[in-house]
């Protein structure tokens, strides 16, 4: 390979002109004197890749990283599948950036595969897959070269809540607190903390968190905040219980403040821009990176057991009580801490399966049965129940035929994970029936109409 022409081309890279960088590396790889030994070419197509990403043309850096991880002999393929994760991003093909986050993930050489967890969390929200999302999260908090684990706790937070556990959520934007970050995403924080106080019925917290992010008077809340912090000063106001429960049981999560499905204030590397991975990052560049942790609990652990089994039989009382005294205690050992604290979320997450095992098998709240019975009972108010994708035009065209009716009778459901179909039968006022197909798509917990129909088929 002709060093001279790649040396021009990587300082063409660093003044951004990508332009000529990208022209630089084209040659070093097509010279016909000094051809590119093994190795080479996997940098050469790396580099290309990268400048093709600055440039904008994801399509052909998917190319370009493809070439690369045809050369066996480069040791870099970990940042290559990285990129091409990020590409696929933002060309909004999730389910290949989260295959080729998981091959950069299982890369024992890659050096940050944090950044590979915090892309394929990202990737998973925007595939409704907020457990999984959730896991992906905690293990970039967990890895040891991330210098702040911040975004990923705050994206911990966001799947907690798309799971309607905002209890959990409130742990990990608390966890979080402790760490490093702009005044900007600090109030984004707080805004969401105060959402999730709120949702978890806690008001007067609530209030304090909302007090926070607009402290500064540089952060204005959203309408839905807005709405949420107006709720926790009334019921403050009324002496409200703080653990009130609306008789429902269930947790409204609508005034998420940073929607499950979008949240790139706190992507890692914005999908817009797609950053990709330097080659070969120098080793004194790595070791000077700033680590920080969560302070560590084992001192607050009951004498006379031993510290690791009695963590993980503890009480939920017994864990929130060393939680508490964790935050409050001051640790050199920070980087053992931030291991054992988020090792309280991973409990959390365990305790999530069974929820999540039942959102995979096309539950949710409130129920399609529910949804139908409200959609008959009023259709001309009926739109709220539908898709915000549903056009108004065709909403009235499907309610017209709609019968209203407060006797309707659910001949049976077929659920999976994203989208539904209720089989039901109406009877009108002249003692006819009608039977119809209401078809629903995931929103959230919950459910959104989509269609509905006609149903021919016989009942039996």
């Given at each position: 390979?002709?060093?001279?022409?790649?040396?021009?081309?990587?300082?063409?890279?660093?003044?951004?002109?990508?332009?000529?960088?990208?022209?630089?590396?084209?040659?070093?790889?097509?010279?016909?004197?000094?051809?590119?030994?093994?190795?080479?070419?996997?940098?050469?197509?790396?580099?290309?890749?990268?400048?093709?990403?600055?440039?904008?043309?994801?399509?052909?850096?998917?190319?370009?990283?493809?070439?690369?991880?045809?050369?066996?002999?480069?040791?870099?393929?970990?940042?290559?599948?990285?990129?091409?994760?990020?590409?696929?991003?933002?060309?909004?093909?999730?389910?290949?950036?989260?295959?080729?986050?998981?091959?950069?993930?299982?890369?024992?050489?890659?050096?940050?595969?944090?950044?590979?967890?915090?892309?394929?969390?990202?990737?998973?929200?925007?595939?409704?897959?907020?457990?999984?999302?959730?896991?992906?999260?905690?293990?970039?908090?967990?890895?040891?070269?991330?210098?702040?684990?911040?975004?990923?706790?705050?994206?911990?937070?966001?799947?907690?809540?798309?799971?309607?556990?905002?209890?959990?959520?409130?742990?990990?934007?608390?966890?979080?607190?402790?760490?490093?970050?702009?005044?900007?995403?600090?109030?984004?924080?707080?805004?969401?903390?105060?959402?999730?106080?709120?949702?978890?019925?806690?008001?007067?917290?609530?209030?304090?968190?909302?007090?926070?992010?607009?402290?500064?008077?540089?952060?204005?809340?959203?309408?839905?905040?807005?709405?949420?912090?107006?709720?926790?000063?009334?019921?403050?106001?009324?002496?409200?219980?703080?653990?009130?429960?609306?008789?429902?049981?269930?947790?409204?999560?609508?005034?998420?403040?940073?929607?499950?499905?979008?949240?790139?204030?706190?992507?890692?590397e914005p999908a817009a821009e797609a950053q990709p991975a330097e080659v070969q990052q120098p080793v004194e560049?790595?070791?000077?990176?700033?680590?920080?942790?969560?302070?560590?609990?084992?001192?607050?652990?009951?004498?006379?057991?031993?510290?690791?089994?009695?963590?993980?039989?503890?009480?939920?009382?017994?864990?929130?009580?060393?939680?508490?005294?964790?935050?409050?205690?001051?640790?050199?050992?920070?980087?053992?801490?931030?291991?054992i604290f988020v090792t309280l979320l991973l409990l959390i997450i365990i305790a999530a399966a069974g929820g999540?095992?039942?959102?995979?098998?096309?539950?949710?709240?409130?129920?399609?049965?529910?949804?139908?019975?409200?959609?008959?009972?009023?259709?001309?108010?009926?739109?709220?129940?539908?898709?915000?994708?549903?056009?108004?035009?065709?909403?009235?065209?499907?309610?017209?035929?709609?019968?209203?009716?407060?006797?309707?009778?659910?001949?049976?459901?077929?659920?999976?994970?994203?989208?539904?179909?209720?089989?039901?039968?109406?009877?009108?006022?002249?003692?006819?029936?009608?039977?119809?197909?209401?078809?629903?798509?995931?929103?959230?917990?919950?459910?959104?109409?989509?269609?509905?129909?006609?149903?021919?088929?016989?009942?039996?």
């Amino acid at each position: 390979m002709n060093r001279e022409t790649f040396n021009n081309a990587h300082n063409s890279y660093r003044l951004k002109d990508y332009p000529a960088a990208l022209q630089g590396f084209t040659q070093c790889l097509e010279d016909p004197d000094q051809k590119p030994e093994p190795g080479e070419y996997g940098l050469l197509y790396h580099r290309i890749g990268n400048c093709l990403v600055k440039v904008g043309d994801y399509n052909e850096a998917i190319h370009a990283y493809a070439q690369a991880t045809g050369d066996a002999a480069y040791d870099d393929m970990g940042a290559v599948n990285y990129n091409m994760g990020m590409a696929y991003a933002v060309l909004h093909d999730y389910e290949d950036a989260v295959r080729y986050f998981e091959v950069a993930v299982s890369d024992n050489h890659y050096p940050t595969p944090y950044k590979a967890y915090m892309g394929m969390g990202n990737a998973l929200l925007r595939l409704g897959k907020s457990a999984e999302a959730g896991a992906a999260f905690r293990s970039a908090a967990l890895d040891d070269k991330n210098p702040s684990p911040t975004t990923a706790l705050l994206n911990l937070g966001v799947c907690f809540m798309a799971l309607g556990r905002p209890a959990d959520a409130v742990t990990s934007y608390e966890s979080a607190l402790q760490f490093g970050m702009t005044d900007r995403v600090r109030n984004q924080l707080y805004a969401n903390l105060g959402q999730a106080y709120v949702a978890n019925h806690e008001y007067q917290k609530a209030v304090n968190a909302f007090e926070q992010a607009l402290a500064d008077k540089t952060y204005f809340l959203n309408d839905a905040a807005s709405v949420d912090y107006q709720q926790a000063i009334a019921q403050v106001a009324t002496g409200a219980a703080l653990t009130q429960e609306d008789g429902t049981g269930k947790v409204d999560i609508s005034g998420l403040d940073v929607p499950a499905a979008d949240s790139p204030e706190y992507q890692e590397e914005p999908a817009a821009e797609a950053q990709p991975a330097e080659v070969q990052q120098p080793v004194e560049e790595a070791a000077q990176q700033p680590t920080e942790a969560i302070p560590a609990v084992s001192a607050a652990a009951p004498q006379g057991q031993g510290t690791e089994e009695r963590f993980f039989t503890a009480t939920d009382e017994e864990l929130e009580r060393w939680s508490r005294a964790a935050v409050k205690q001051e640790r050199k050992s920070r980087h053992i801490g931030r291991k054992i604290f988020v090792t309280l979320l991973l409990l959390i997450i365990i305790a999530a399966a069974g929820g999540a095992f039942a959102y995979t098998q096309g539950y949710g709240w409130p129920m399609q049965e529910q949804l139908t019975q409200q959609l008959f009972a009023a259709p001309d108010a009926s739109t709220e129940l539908f898709a915000a994708t549903v056009p108004q035009s065709d909403i009235d065209q499907m309610t017209k035929f709609v019968v209203q009716s407060d006797s309707v009778t659910i001949d049976g459901v077929d659920r999976a994970m994203d989208h539904s179909e209720v089989y039901a039968t109406a009877s009108t006022t002249d003692g006819g029936d009608v039977q119809y197909k209401v078809s629903y798509t995931r929103d959230l917990i919950g459910w959104k109409i989509t269609d509905i129909s006609l149903n021919f088929a016989s009942k039996d």
